[in-house]
């Protein structure tokens, strides 16, 4: 049994982790932390997990961490992640990092977006983008994987065997408009997240300025070779988990439906891809791995309407961090992950 | 005192149109049929109007609601508005015909899209289509206006300012990807709007085939003088009331942030028309005859994201349907129309 | 036209007054105060109302809105009305306060409860518990009404008749099982009612502990002269408006279930109360100031099921208040008030 | 490998064992039922499934389900179940009823409360009220189980250490107030389940006339040999799953809170049921067979208010149905069924 760290287990995020690593045959939970909650059991904090957990949460302490275990999952929010990842690192753990510290190439455009000075460039260059079904030769042999977003999960997955191809027309705007559950925007309480301001409402939010976007933009990029003309409207939508996300997404040659289920057969080998002949919907896959894509020719068959669905708990977090630490251990990618969701 | 009847009472739309009728100075309900429910107190299908009306439901008898009422509202379901509709209009009286059955200029395109003849076809020619802030003038001399969609009003009315400048390149694709709540497919009960179903769900539907496509096209074929290229997503919601519609509209010039603002000012002095310069909300527009626009430029200026919100029930069918009434009985276009909306 | 001033106008209470007063045909709003927001427009903190009105946020300056108003509604949270409550009424001013500081006659009981000192104790004596159907006569003579709690409200209602006919046995326990919308915990973000939290749960809260216990419990004791032994269990409902109250109420003689109507005919001339024969639904009064209550024999008959439901907002906070204002005016008591709900 | 057939598999409860029997290491399922969708893949009428089942949906054959399978689950509607039930018995299978065909002890009380003749009477006396935790030891022995309703199982569950110590004053009424997500009432569309009829509302029914009430009433008389005095208030929760139940139990001594506590130490060795020192939400139980009970004392002490939460469709449903497998074929209770919940 290989052991487990989870530096910040309090969020949606650790808590999903803890989750499903309760149906992993091969790891052991040994060390669960938290800054604002240290010194209480896990459960305190995670009620549901009552009688999954004997746990106490610990005080952020890498090296005690190190000691305690073999694989780190790192789930602390934006800018507050690079010190920990780098520590554990140094100290030859193997990391996934869940926040979006590692995720752009360049440290100046992490800047730009962030706020803040990166302090760990040098790991920059190795760490591995881990969008599993894409980067998965790489991500096998790295010892640190950036965990992809949610949004940009759900939206280069159904994008990219178009991408491979060269079938997307990259003078014309890619449009994603994409509609997330509110488990998307952490566990802190914010006036915009308050319930009767959300419940009954749809609210799109940072149009154009979302910091997904890069992210987006620097796949897409290294999958054409040339920047995307890309907008992103993101939304807040009543519901707690799942993000569906629409992309029209422009084509140089016309695709008529059969050309277009043909593109999508890319995925016919992939365990938690799942391209569907009608409209995906986040009820299917709460709960699970799954990333259900759903692909609709337009009349000018020009333009190509993608539709995914993904749980941004698990396939837009922790679910995909643990497909990551299965290859990054060598072992089957599934392990743990292949629980059904749940419908209702 | 104008004497009102309202044809097909007992659903949401006519529910609706009891509700606002409340507040209406110079109406009074006098006559509410309804096939199922004939006999039965008005309160009894909708208990929350209790208190207001004492009516009771009446069999559909054209010559009989001709006696009772002055102006009559057709809320029944699409196909089965013709005849009724027919018969008033020549009893001598107004209406508005808030189903699909006189939207379409084409008896031919209704024949295609509602899979039966159109029966009144004389009718056709002379009736207005109800947008209200667009065809003003001729609603005010008609007496039969077909009430408009609710997903064309939210998307034609952002757009129509932009069209009547110009400003649209109708070579690319005008992009409609919109939302809506469940009271959108009315009151019948049906596996795909059970509780369960759509609770936690987000779910496209009809992508491409909506018959709400060949009004919107048709409208700005209106507008332009040439069919637009519509790509139109529809969703389902899990919220009780609100379209949210967002537009991608292609433009044939750079339009800017402050370009932009500028277009929108035709609608400055609308009464119904809220141009707000933060992303529009559902939630604010609740039980309202608003339509919330906000406009964004994007990075190539070259495409304006328009975001439009109204209640599907108000704006998107009663209370537009009393603006037209307001408006073909030449009184103040807003009577019984200004009540606040509720939040939350 | 007279002169209204809201204290703490952005809370969920506060956009309610002002929703109402919109419909109020004998006043004018002239002064809106927030502690945070002072200087920004109203409507930047209610973008349902914009449109409505166009009056700017102010601080809390008694002089000041003295000046401004005749008729002064403050909607502070609890300990923090006492002092402006004082001085308006110093500056001879009709005021109603919504929050619970003026609504426990005994100031030992509110220092017991809330913590502080109830430094205007001066003024406990002669203010009136503005439970409007209850306390008209005295309400139409005072110059201080403390508005009730929304519990309180939703329980003492379909309470009272039993009370007055002496049909109630105090000696056995009153059992109120009462589930809230979120709203009722007002608008500022907590952890308990962040999104995610609420959504798709119901939680059970401060049993035997909540605040409007002995509020309840001082009504109760005023109708019946006995301390009564009451059992309050309030939830958090995920629902934005509505209190639905089931009370099992102990008889001391058998009841049939037309007994208990004709006992409920004490309201049969109450403009907003509704006894109806079928379950009461909050979402029949969603929006308006009725409280519809059901009532149903059991068994045994000597023990009443009460089920009672309010829109926590109207009912239960602002439109009682409205109502209140109209009693302490002479004014006809349901001016502004009979605007119908929204469903769905 | 046990082979499993569940007949009646396109429901919630059906797609529920599905779910749950994934995780099962003892058994295969290899033959669905549906009377509607005979013929379909499986997966069709359970999208989230896809990727987990490939069989298809077969008619209602019980013949060819005893030779395909050795166990058997019947998930249909009430009084359709009898027939298959005697049949599937006849043929020496193994049969969890999911149904209410097998709960009533009594023939003529059937009839009363389902209005059908019960025609397999001679299966009530050997068949085993399915209460896993009360009547484990009977189970073990039992080939046919009549698992419980949803509402019982939550009622009882917390009732019971009190009734097993004789504590329950059963001359005062045991007050139900019982709350259930949508899920709860079938899969079929109705008008009462319609998404804008449900959502932001709170609806009680069937007060006093509830099928689930002389179930109720059977097992606290077998408990305690007295029929109890119960009032029992179930509600339509706009939720998808959970139940919360909050009774209201009379007690013929006066309890502390410490010894309501001591009491439930009966269950500190359940794997099942958690006692909980805070109150009990439904949030905490989605998708388990965990039954969180919470207990408070009152002032009189002389009533204890006990607040159970379980999903309806696992621990009230599915999730006890193959905890009565396991009991049934002498495996570990819990095999299957220790998947954590999902939250939120």
New interface residues.
């Given amino acids: 049994m290989i052991k487990i760290a989870i530096v910040g287990a309090t969020g ?1 995020t650790g ?1 999903e982790l ?2 499903l690593l ?2 992993h045959p091969k790891t052991e939970v040994t060390c669960v932390t938290s800054h604002q909650s240290a010194g209480e059991p896990l459960v305190s904090r ?7 957990y004997t746990l106490d949460l610990e005080t952020l302490d890498v090296d005690k961490i190190s000691e305690k275990s073999d694989f780190v999952f790192v789930a602390l929010s934006h800018t507050t992640a690079i010190k920990p990842v780098q520590q554990l690192i140094q100290n030859g753990k193997k990391v996934v990092d869940l926040s979006a510290d590692f995720r752009l190439d360049s440290a100046a455009l992490y800047k730009k977006w962030y706020a803040v000075e990166h302090t760990a460039q040098e790991l920059l260059q190795n760490r591995v983008y881990g969008l599993s079904e894409v980067y998965r030769d790489k991500i096998k042999n790295s010892s640190l994987v950036a965990n992809p977003g949610c949004y940009p999960t759900g939206t280069l997955l159904p994008v990219f065997p178009f991408l491979k191809k060269g079938l997307v027309d990259l003078d014309r ?1 890619i ?1 994603i ?1 994409a ?1 997330s ?3 998307g925007a952490g ?5 915009k ?13 940072n ?2 300025s979302h910091r997904h976007l890069p992210e987006i933009n620097q796949e897409i990029t290294h999958f054409s070779g040339q920047p995307p ?1 890309t ?1 992103f ?1 993101p ?1 807040l ?6 993000i ?1 996300t ?1 992309i ?1 997404l422009p084509l140089n040659e016309t695709l008529t439906q059969s050309q277009i289920d043909a593109v999508l057969t890319a995925y016919k080998s992939e ?1 938690f891809i ?1 391209c ?1 002949d ?11 791995n ?1 990333c259900d894509i759903s692909a ?1 020719e ?3 068959r ?2 190509v ?1 993608l ?1 995914s669905a993904i749980d941004n708990l698990v396939k837009g977090a922790a679910g995909q961090a643990i497909q990551n630490m299965n290859l990054m251990m060598g072992w089957d990618e599934s392990l743990g992950l ?7």
């Fill in positions: 949606y808590g803890l989750r309760t149906n995670h009620p549901f997990l009552k009688g999954q705007e449009i408009d509609k559950g509110v488990s566990r802190s309480a914010t006036p997240t308050h319930f009767p301001e959300v419940n009954e409402g749809l609210l799109p939010y149009i154009g003309k907008i409207t939304y939508l009543p519901v707690n988990r799942g569906l629409t029209y365990g799942r569907i009608h409209p995906a919907n986040i009820s299917a896959v709460k709960g699970t799954y609709f337009t009349p000018s020009r333009t309407i539709i292949m629980t059904p969701g749940l419908f209702p």
